[in-house]
């Protein structure tokens, strides 16, 4: 069965830093990828999602997720972290050749320091 | 943009009450969930339909039930609130295209209903 595995529980960084978080997945194929954020007391809004084609894939808010098959992981990152970024993300996976359902991952909540 | 609406941000309600939490979507999108929220458990899918009538069992069914009578509306039902089932609930819904255009376009997610039962 695939899983999604999100390392990071919790994550701070001080605002103005760079950030990444990390995101693995295990699957046979390369599924579609996608990561999520949610801010406190809200639902999840997509940040962005892979397909296929170029592995550096651009999203709102001024994330990006860098696709890389030998390592089966979607990081995201952002190079300048603000405050307002202050939430819990989350990595989710879809098979590729069958079905509709979601797999997420446990999620990371990212802590930002003034 | 896609829309999901659930009817209620909170709600308490007692122990042995009949619970409906509503979910209604605006894009025509055949597939609907119900999921759980709860600190370190993650998303938990409780139920999910494919189409008006079909549910399917997710993870953690048990003291629920759902209806999908019309097409842009998902309902879950707490048949008999228990403490146990105090949480965050979050309703999405997505457009999935099969067959050789196989598109996955992600989940659309409500903005939850933190339930309390008391």
């Known amino acids: 069965a695939q899983s999604v595995t999100q390392p990071d529980i919790h994550i701070t960084v001080s605002e103005g830093a760079s950030l990444e978080l990390r995101c693995n997945y295990s699957?046979?194929?390369?599924?579609?990828l996608f990561w999520y954020v949610q801010s406190p007391g809200q639902g999840l809004q997509l940040l962005l999602k892979y397909f296929s084609g170029d592995t550096l894939v651009q999203g709102i808010k001024g994330f990006e997720a860098e696709f890389k098959r030998s390592q089966s992981s979607f990081n995201l990152r952002k190079p300048s972290v603000h405050w307002s970024d202050a939430a819990e993300y989350f990595c989710?996976?879809?098979?590729?050749?069958?079905?509709?359902?979601?797999?997420f991952g446990g999620g990371t909540r990212l802590m930002v320091k003034p | 943009d896609v829309k999901v609406t659930q009817s209620s941000r909170y709600l308490v309600k007692r122990t042995g009450e009949k619970v409906f939490l509503e979910c209604v979507q605006d894009?025509?999108?055949?597939?609907m969930f119900w999921y759980r929220q709860d600190p370190g458990l993650g998303l938990r899918l409780i139920y999910f339909s494919y189409d008006v009538k079909m549910k399917e069992k997710g993870d953690i069914p048990e003291g629920y039930s759902v209806s999908r009578e019309k097409k842009e509306r998902f309902s879950l039902i707490l048949e008999s609130a228990s403490t146990n089932q105090t949480s965050m609930y979050l309703c999405?819904?997505?457009?999935?295209?099969?067959?050789?255009?196989?598109?996955?376009?992600?989940?659309?997610f409500g903005s939850g209903t933190r339930l309390t039962v008391v």
């Open positions: 894009m025509d999108h055949e597939n």
């Open positions: 989710a996976v879809a098979p590729n050749n069958a079905g509709n359902m979601l797999t």
């Open positions: 999405a819904s997505s457009l999935f295209r099969g067959g050789k255009k196989r598109l996955h376009y992600g989940y659309t």
């Open positions: 699957y046979g194929a390369t599924p579609y």
